[in-house]
């Protein structure tokens, strides 16, 4: 009966070293698994914040070209010095931004043309190299119309500026 007491213990023993070498190497899956899937989380999360930063970036660099095309506009400056960031800017926009921002973008892209185009021929004409310039009644028609165009350019871009901050606001919630 000794032995068969002694050979009962041994199993329990046996048995219970199994139970516990089992549940050690689920405790040591499940925690791998736990922290697998935080540093997942904690990888989108930081993807999803540079994504978010890029956007900034992005649309502050569209917003200031926009400025500065009314700018330069108003000074008669030659747009050739920002040309080439402005391609950029717009394509990067075209990828990156919502079809929203896009189809703004679009409407303000034209708006800008008929402003820019009525301002600057509400321009004195100079007379050859000089400073002087001469002003006649088509110039006044032209600013006029410049002038019709201008509050509605403005509130397209303030309508701009919302629709990036919308985004903007959603991407920030979207974050984890």
Known sequence: MNMN???TNNLISIFTVFISGLFGVIVAIVTWELANQREKRKFKQELQIRELNDKKELYVALLASLDMIIRMTKNNNNYSDIFEDLSINSAKIRIMATDSINDKLTVISQIIHNWSSAYRQSLPTKIADSNLGVVTNLDYK????????????MKEINELVDCIKTELEEIKKSIE
Do not use: F, G
């Open 5 to 7: 007491h002694d050979y």
């Open 142 to 153: 032209h600013r006029e119309q410049a002038d019709k165009i201008y509050p509605i350019l």
